[in-house]
């Protein structure tokens, strides 16, 4: 236990100043001041305040939880050990034992959202493919089923994108996320995407392009090498013709931007058929998306790298014509143009090897690419019938039976599914062929170890798609790719020709997604084991981030628009299975996390405002939205960065949590508390730097708090805390105050509190302020420079630091003088450095009398008294007084000890003399400053205390590595003192701080035999604990007091602290022991009462029983004598003889 500090001893009240934004008490041994690795905390409620505790370590962050039942939990997100323990990104936790157990090998991806159904099964969406160490072709990644304490699929194997939220409602599940196919490929998106080479399979012109200067090659938009235009102030286009048709899905482009001249508006057309493609995109100023056909729109906004428009209807083309028809500036023009392709389609051609296009944008993707390689010699044949390239090897009819001409073809099939298999033969008229086909063997196989042959004739009029293969068709993976391989037939018959044209064909592969379309959200019903998108999908592309569900409504957040009907927010109809958009089209931002608590949907996001920007346009961040009376309301002033999570222990007070820092003018740390019945923030008491994504309530008074979680300490406070009555409270003056020193003042009817540093009030700066009367008041306003260091000696407040100003005619520098009870300046002359710039003042002393103070720092003239480091000022003329001629340099502590010595420490010089200490007489006006020797260990002291007559204890830095020092010096040598702190520890000041009688006794005092033990501040690292802002000295071990940490989260630094009396510079309070004698006094005293006690009851005894007896005669014989046997000298001489011993009494008070 740690020993608690004897208020009563420093006047009931104790302060701590320091750099620090929060503290805590130390009482468990896993409390801490920052956390260097991502930590689950325990919070504990323990006598009206919260103590935090490290639990665990990870390796990343968890970001989500379900119960599973009261004692066990699931948490799961991004890490892959916890206490050096492999989980793999999910784990259960056990609130009686706080022990993790795995579930299996966890899984080989990030966790995002989890769905508890009942105490064994789980729903885990993510971005994961699938548990580690199980059949990898069982799943489709991004989804699977914890049941029965082992790993399954769901029916559909997974997803093609991450899914972020699961929902819940009286008869399905409901996935949301970023994905438009199933595993089964039973849904599927048209508009999968792979970018097609346009550099290789194309050839590149132009209408009307600019003939002279810079941007005249329509090829350079190829990887946006350089912009191309247009000859000023007449339409034009630019145009892709493809070696072999393809599907586009997207087209990404880049606008010229050149002086001013950009396209306006264009449009697309498809080679061939000459039909305008019709597309969608994000208007960039509105965010919402928007369609068009034959007048789509680029901006000219610099900012915007590209946009892509989206083929709504997909259609084959054997070449595109984008066709500008209005521009900015004086012409139109691109500076880059990308072209996404949606088939699988492979075709055998020879590519321009010397092509001077450069395609290095056209790398191979982590997605693999497609290839058909060929055997044999090819040659390039154009068909009329299709209006493209195909390959030809001509062979001579009698090697028909040995030739090895071939062509393979392997897909890259990014997800497993359903496909039908097409290959395309030109017919041999259009090839002029006729009389020269023959037929073609082909090897499929397109699930491992399944190979099939299929014969093709190639010998056919006109063109022909023939279906080869109608089924599933495998993933491709590191071992294997599906692939057909197209040879001349063994049986093939030779044509009348003398020579055999063998056409290579090309072969696309359609996924059969006869499920229809699946957009982000997807519905499981598992009581028939079904799985469908929503009736009515979102757009194309959509995220979604959140659901909530009750029995009738889904709420869909994430970001998604659809024109100006909704945006990233809408309600879906369980029952009219209708997309309903609500009040005011939604937000206009994304939405990241929601809670459903009654009528009341709570949102946070990036969102500012609803999409119609003229209705609550104040929804800073987070929103509630009545789903009664469908409408807006708003937290307050919001806050003022995202919210990424949002969550409740008890339906009322709502967490938040995100990289905020604010709400109004209230200093936020990522994390805010709203009660939704008072309608208002709550105020924080605790210091927590880091978004809290959840917590979960392991009994009444504990709870588990994980996320990205910096620091958490049990008091909120700005620099400044202060003790009272076992009572800890912070002034929260102003977030961004520094405090530099504090000191109490007892005035008649209250105790203030005074304060320096720099303060803001009420929009005005102050180096200096009093709390009085509940209020601040802020004094010297404009003075330039700081104040360090405060006194209070008989009602007056003694200002010392290197500052320098004039308030109310008052000049003062470095040291000023304010009379508290008449709240008047009072004049005194300052403090100046040789150049008669504003000396530094570092500590200011009072007499026993409180007649004069010691000033001290590092200073040449007192008004215009020649005295360097330390002088004495009369408090009642306030003139000053030079002690001794000899002492100069910067002097950090000084102590007065009871035989009126003055000792001094610092960076010193006596005389000539380097000293670390020096010591004065203060009763004789003839004496001077002795140094002593110096410590070589030591450089720069900065605090000193008393132990006894002999000895005192002095703080530093060692000489060598400016670790932290402690020595003892006896008055003529320092003997260091072991401490065994961490290297990167400082001390800031020593302190006896008086121990109260109800601490724990086993731990030892310090001195021997006292009531006290030595308290240091700063910065101490303590050997297997951690950091520590506070902490006791027993003379061989350390015991943290308090933890504090700073406003970024690392650990917080106590630079002074400061009583409501004069204490703790001395060892006052000894135990005491009596004589024996006095002993034995008390002892007979305490012995006679207890016989004069006995007696009164035996008299009271006999008194009850003799009432009713009449009283007999008197004995007319006279009473004997009675002698005592002992001579009354025996006594006196026991006493006497009791002189030789002693015994030993309680503590007589601190002092």
Same mark, same amino acid.
Not at 76 to 103: K, R
């Given at each position: 236990?740690?020993?608690?500090?004897?208020?009563?001893?420093?006047?009931?009240?104790?302060?701590?100043?320091?750099?620090?934004?929060?503290?805590?008490?130390?009482?468990?041994?896993?409390?801490?001041?920052?956390?260097?690795?991502?930590?689950?905390?325990?919070?504990?409620?323990?006598?009206?305040?919260?103590?935090?505790?490290?639990?665990?370590?990870?390796?990343?962050?968890?970001?989500?939880?379900?119960?599973?039942?009261?004692?066990?939990?699931?948490?799961?997100?991004?890490?892959?050990?916890?206490?050096?323990?492999?989980?793999?990104?999910?784990?259960?936790?056990?609130?009686?034992?706080?022990?993790?157990?795995?579930?299996?090998?966890?899984?080989?991806?990030?966790?995002?959202?989890?769905?508890?159904?009942?105490?064994?099964?789980?729903?885990?969406?993510?971005?994961?493919?699938?548990?580690?160490?199980?059949?990898?072709?069982?799943?489709?990644?991004?989804?699977?089923?914890?049941?029965?304490?082992?790993?399954?699929?769901?029916?559909?194997?997974?997803?093609?994108?991450?899914?972020?939220?699961?929902?819940?409602?009286?008869?399905?599940?409901?996935?949301?996320?970023?994905?438009?196919?199933?595993?089964?490929?039973?849904?599927?998106?048209?508009?999968?995407?792979?970018?097609?080479?346009?550099?290789?399979?194309?050839?590149?012109?132009?209408?009307?392009?600019?003939?002279?200067?810079?941007?005249?090659?329509?090829?350079?938009?190829?990887?946006?090498?350089?912009?191309?235009?247009?000859?000023?102030?007449?339409?034009?286009?630019?145009?892709?013709?493809?070696?072999?048709?393809?599907?586009?899905?997207?087209?990404?482009?880049?606008?010229?931007?050149?002086?001013?001249?950009?396209?306006?508006?264009?449009?697309?057309?498809?080679?061939?058929?000459?039909?305008?493609?019709?597309?969608?995109?994000?208007?960039?100023?509105?965010?919402?998306?928007?369609?068009?056909?034959?007048?789509?729109?680029?901006?000219?906004?610099?900012?915007?790298?590209?946009?892509?428009?989206?083929?709504?209807?997909?259609?084959?083309?054997?070449?595109?014509?984008?066709?500008?028809?209005?521009?900015?500036?004086?012409?139109?023009?691109?500076?880059?143009?990308?072209?996404?392709?949606?088939?699988?389609?492979?075709?055998?051609?020879?590519?321009?090897?010397?092509?001077?296009?450069?395609?290095?944008?056209?790398?191979? $993707? !982590?997605?693999?690419?497609?290839?058909? =390689? @060929?055997? &044999?010699?090819? #040659?390039?044949?154009?068909? %009329?019938? /299709?209006?493209?390239?195909?390959?030809?090897?001509?062979?001579?009819?009698?090697?028909?039976?040995?030739?090895?001409?071939?062509?393979?073809?392997?897909?890259?099939?990014?997800?497993?599914?359903?496909?039908?298999?097409?290959?395309?033969?030109?017919?041999?008229?259009?090839?002029?062929?006729?009389?020269?086909?023959?037929?073609?063997?082909?090897?499929?196989?397109?699930?491992?170890?399944?190979?099939?042959?299929?014969?093709?004739?190639?010998?056919?009029?006109?063109?022909?798609?023939?279906?080869?293969?109608?089924?599933?068709?495998?993933?491709?993976?590191?071992?294997?790719?599906?692939?057909?391989?197209?040879?001349?037939?063994?049986?093939?018959?030779?044509?009348?020709?003398?020579?055999?044209?063998?056409?290579? $064909? !090309?072969?696309?592969?359609?996924?059969? =997604? @006869?499920? &229809?379309?699946? #957009?982000?959200?997807?519905? %499981?019903? /598992?009581?028939?084991?079904?799985?469908?998108?929503?009736?009515?999908?979102?757009?194309?592309?959509?995220?979604?981030?959140?659901?909530?569900?009750?029995?009738?409504?889904?709420?869909?957040?994430?970001?998604?628009?659809?024109?100006?009907?909704?945006?990233?927010?809408?309600?879906?109809?369980?029952?009219?299975?209708?997309?309903?958009?609500?009040?005011?089209?939604?937000?206009?931002?994304?939405?990241?996390?929601?809670?459903?608590?009654?009528?009341?949907?709570?949102?946070?996001?990036?969102?500012?405002?609803?999409?119609?920007?003229?209705?609550?346009?104040?929804?800073?961040?987070?929103?509630?939205?009545?789903?009664?009376?469908?409408?807006?309301?708003?937290?307050?002033?919001?806050?003022?960065?995202?919210?990424?999570?949002?969550?409740?222990?008890?339906?009322?007070?709502?967490?938040?949590?995100?990289?905020?820092?604010?709400?109004?003018? /209230?200093?936020?740390?990522?994390?805010?508390?709203?009660?939704?019945?008072?309608?208002?923030?709550?105020?924080?008491?605790?210091?927590?730097?880091?978004?809290?994504?959840?917590?979960?309530?392991?009994?009444?008074?504990?709870?588990?708090?994980?996320?990205?979680?910096?620091?958490?300490?049990?008091?909120?406070?700005?620099?400044?805390?202060?003790?009272?009555?076992?009572?800890?409270?912070?002034?929260?003056?102003?977030?961004?105050?520094?405090?530099?020193?504090?000191?109490?003042?007892?005035?008649?009817?209250?105790?203030?509190?005074?304060?320096?540093?720099?303060?803001?009030?009420?929009?005005?700066?102050?180096?200096?302020?009093?709390?009085?009367?509940?209020?601040?008041?802020?004094?010297?306003?404009?003075?330039?420079?700081?104040?360090?260091?405060?006194?209070?000696?008989?009602?007056?407040?003694?200002?010392?630091?290197?500052?320098?100003? /004039?308030?109310?005619?008052?000049?003062?520098?470095?040291?000023?003088?304010?009379?508290?009870?008449?709240?008047?300046?009072?004049?005194?002359?300052?403090?100046?450095?040789?150049?008669?710039?504003?000396?530094?003042?570092?500590?200011?002393?009072?007499?026993?009398?409180?007649?004069?103070?010691?000033?001290?720092?590092?200073?040449?003239?007192?008004?215009?008294?020649?005295?360097?480091?330390?002088?004495?000022?009369?408090?009642?003329?306030?003139?000053?007084?030079?002690?001794?001629?000899?002492?100069?340099?910067?002097?950090?502590?000084?102590?007065?000890?009871?035989?009126?010595?003055?000792?001094?420490?610092?960076?010193?010089?006596?005389?000539?003399?380097?000293?670390?200490?020096?010591?004065?007489?203060?009763?004789?006006?003839?004496?001077?400053?002795?140094?002593?020797?110096?410590?070589?260990?030591?450089?720069?002291?900065?605090?000193?205390?008393?132990?006894?007559?002999?000895?005192?204890?002095?703080?530093?830095?060692?000489?060598?590595?400016?670790?932290?020092?402690?020595?003892?010096?006896?008055?003529?040598?320092?003997?260091?003192?072991?401490?065994?702190?961490?290297?990167?520890?400082?001390?800031?000041?020593?302190?006896?701080?008086?121990?109260?009688?109800?601490?724990?006794?086993?731990?030892?005092?310090?001195?021997?035999?006292?009531?006290?033990?030595?308290?240091?501040?700063?910065?101490?690292?303590?050997?297997?604990?951690?950091?520590?802002?506070?902490?006791?000295?027993?003379?061989?071990?350390?015991?943290?007091?308090?933890?504090?940490?700073?406003?970024?989260?690392?650990?917080?630094?106590?630079?002074?602290?400061?009583?409501?009396?004069?204490?703790?510079?001395?060892?006052?309070?000894?135990?005491?022991?009596?004589?024996?004698?006095?002993?034995?006094?008390?002892?007979?005293?305490?012995?006679?009462?207890?016989?004069?006690?006995?007696?009164?009851?035996?008299?009271?005894?006999?008194?009850?029983?003799?009432?009713?007896?009449?009283?007999?005669?008197?004995?007319?014989?006279?009473?004997?004598?009675?002698?005592?046997?002992?001579?009354?000298?025996?006594?006196?001489?026991?006493?006497?003889?009791?002189?030789?011993?002693?015994?030993?009494?309680?503590?007589?008070?601190?002092?």
């Amino acid at each position: 236990m740690v020993p608690s500090i004897d208020l009563d001893s420093v006047g009931g009240k104790l302060g701590f100043i320091g750099d620090y934004a929060g503290l805590s008490p130390y009482e468990k041994p896993r409390q801490f001041e920052s956390l260097e690795a991502n930590t689950l905390l325990l919070a504990t409620q323990s006598d009206s305040k919260t103590l935090f505790e490290q639990l665990s370590n990870l390796s990343g962050t968890v970001q989500t939880s379900c119960r599973l039942s009261d004692t066990q939990f699931i948490l799961a997100g991004n890490f892959t050990t916890i206490n050096s323990t492999t989980y793999n990104h999910i784990a259960q936790f056990d609130t009686q034992t706080l022990q993790f157990s795995p579930l299996q090998q966890g899984l080989d991806g990030p966790v995002s959202s989890l769905l508890c159904i009942n105490s064994s099964a789980v729903y885990v969406g993510g971005d994961f493919t699938a548990p580690m160490n199980t059949n990898a072709s069982q799943y489709a990644g991004h989804v699977a089923l914890w049941n029965n304490q082992q790993w399954t699929p769901l029916p559909w194997k997974g997803f093609n994108g991450p899914v972020y939220s699961i929902a819940k409602n009286s008869e399905s599940i409901i996935f949301g996320g970023q994905f438009d196919s199933t595993g089964d490929g039973l849904y599927a998106n048209q508009n999968t995407t792979r970018p097609f080479n346009l550099a290789t399979s194309s050839t590149i012109s132009s209408g009307n392009g600019a003939e002279f200067g810079n941007y005249t090659n329509p090829s350079s938009v190829i990887c946006s090498q350089s912009p191309w235009l247009l000859q000023e102030g007449v339409p034009g286009y630019w145009q892709a013709t493809f070696t072999s048709p393809i599907q586009p899905s997207v087209f990404r482009i880049k606008n010229a931007n050149v002086n001013g001249d950009s396209t306006n508006r264009f449009n697309i057309i498809a080679l061939g058929s000459n039909t305008y493609f019709n597309l969608s995109y994000i208007d960039p100023i509105t965010k919402q998306t928007t369609t068009c056909s034959d007048q789509c729109f680029l901006s000219n906004d610099t900012s915007i790298e590209y946009q892509d428009f989206t083929v709504t209807s997909p259609m084959t083309a054997g070449g595109i014509r984008i066709n500008i028809d209005t521009w900015y500036g004086s012409s139109g023009g691109l500076a880059g143009v990308n072209i996404f392709r949606s088939d699988v389609t492979l075709q055998p051609e020879i590519t321009n090897s010397n092509s001077t296009i450069n395609d290095s944008c056209y790398t191979e $993707s !982590s997605e693999g690419t497609s290839i058909a =390689t @060929t055997t &044999g010699t090819w #040659s390039q044949i154009f068909s %009329y019938g /299709t209006y493209q390239n195909f390959l030809v090897s001509t062979i001579p009819a009698n090697e028909l039976q040995t030739t090895n001409t071939s062509v393979v073809y392997k897909p890259y099939i990014a997800s497993q599914g359903n496909y039908d298999v097409y290959l395309t033969t030109p017919g041999c008229v259009g090839t002029s062929t006729c009389n020269q086909r023959t037929q073609a063997e082909l090897t499929v196989e397109m699930t491992p170890g399944n190979a099939t042959k299929y014969y093709l004739n190639q010998d056919i009029v006109s063109d022909q798609q023939t279906l080869i293969y109608s089924g599933i068709v495998s993933s491709s993976t590191s071992t294997f790719q599906p692939s057909i391989t197209m040879r001349v037939a063994p049986n093939a018959t030779a044509p009348s020709s003398q020579s055999v044209s063998f056409i290579g $064909s !090309s072969v696309a592969f359609n996924r059969n =997604t @006869t499920g &229809g379309v699946l #957009s982000s959200v997807m519905v %499981y019903y /598992t009581s028939n084991n079904t799985w469908t998108p929503l009736a009515q999908q979102l757009p194309n592309n959509a995220v979604v981030r959140t659901l909530q569900s009750n029995d009738n409504m889904l709420y869909i957040g994430g970001l998604f628009a659809l024109n100006s009907t909704y945006n990233n927010l809408v309600a879906y109809g369980l029952s009219s299975n209708t997309i309903q958009p609500l009040a005011n089209s939604g937000l206009n931002g994304s939405v990241n996390t929601s809670l459903l608590i009654d009528s009341q949907l709570i949102v946070g996001g990036a969102f500012t405002g609803t999409s119609e920007p003229q209705q609550n346009a104040d929804l800073q961040h987070v929103a509630i939205y009545n789903t009664d009376t469908n409408t807006w309301s708003g937290m307050d002033q919001g806050v003022n960065n995202n919210v990424d999570h949002l969550y409740t222990l008890d339906n009322n007070v709502i967490h938040l949590s995100g990289p905020f820092n604010s709400t109004g003018n /209230t200093t936020l740390f990522n994390n805010a508390e709203w009660n939704l019945n008072d309608k208002r923030f709550e105020t924080p008491s605790t210091f927590v730097l880091g978004p809290i994504n959840s917590q979960l309530q392991i009994n009444q008074d504990t709870r588990l708090l994980f996320g990205d979680i910096k620091t958490a300490q049990t008091y909120r406070a700005n620099n400044i805390v202060a003790l009272s009555s076992g009572q800890v409270s912070s002034s929260i003056i102003d977030p961004n105050a520094k405090v530099n020193a504090g000191v109490y003042w007892k005035g008649s009817s209250d105790t203030s509190l005074i304060l320096a540093g720099s303060f803001n009030i009420g929009n005005t700066d102050y180096p200096l302020v009093i709390n009085h009367q509940g209020g601040w008041h802020g004094l010297l306003q404009g003075i330039q420079g700081e104040i360090t260091v405060l006194s209070v000696v008989q009602n007056i407040l003694w200002i010392g630091g290197q500052f320098s100003g /004039t308030v109310d005619t008052i000049s003062m520098t470095s040291l000023a003088a304010y009379d508290l009870q008449k709240q008047a300046f009072l004049p005194t002359n300052g403090l100046f450095g040789a150049n008669q710039q504003p000396g530094l003042v570092r500590v200011i002393t009072p007499s026993g009398d409180g007649k004069s103070i010691y000033v001290a720092g590092s200073f040449a003239f007192a008004g215009l008294l020649d005295c360097s480091s330390l002088c004495k000022l009369s408090t009642d003329t306030r003139q000053w007084n030079r002690l001794s001629q000899n002492l100069s340099g910067t002097v950090n502590d000084v102590l007065i000890n009871d035989n009126s010595v003055l000792i001094a420490i610092g960076d010193l010089n006596v005389g000539q003399t380097k000293a670390n200490l020096a010591s004065l007489d203060i009763t004789s006006s003839s004496a001077s400053w002795t140094a002593a020797p110096v410590d070589n260990q030591m450089s720069s002291p900065t605090s000193i205390v008393h132990e006894n007559d002999q000895t005192y204890i002095i703080s530093g830095a060692s000489q060598n590595n400016a670790s932290p020092y402690l020595s003892a010096w006896n008055g003529q040598n320092f003997t260091s003192i072991s401490s065994n702190l961490g290297s990167a520890s400082s001390i800031r000041q020593l302190l006896w701080a008086p121990i109260s009688s109800s601490s724990d006794a086993s731990i030892a005092r310090y001195p021997a035999d006292s009531d006290t033990m030595l308290l240091a501040v700063g910065h101490l690292e303590i050997p297997e604990f951690g950091s520590s802002s506070a902490a006791f000295f027993d003379g061989t071990q350390w015991h943290p007091y308090l933890l504090t940490a700073s406003v970024n989260g690392s650990s917080g630094t106590i630079g002074r602290v400061f009583t409501a009396e004069p204490c703790c510079t001395s060892v006052s309070n000894h135990r005491h022991f009596l004589s024996v004698p006095a002993v034995i006094l008390i002892s007979i005293a305490i012995s006679l009462g207890i016989l004069f006690v006995l007696i009164g009851c035996a008299f009271v005894v006999l008194f009850f029983k003799r009432r009713h007896t009449a009283v007999a005669a008197y004995d007319q014989d006279p009473m004997k004598e009675w002698k005592p046997k002992h001579r009354p000298s025996s006594l006196l001489a026991m006493l006497n003889a009791a002189n030789l011993n002693g015994g030993e009494a309680g503590p007589s008070g601190y002092t």
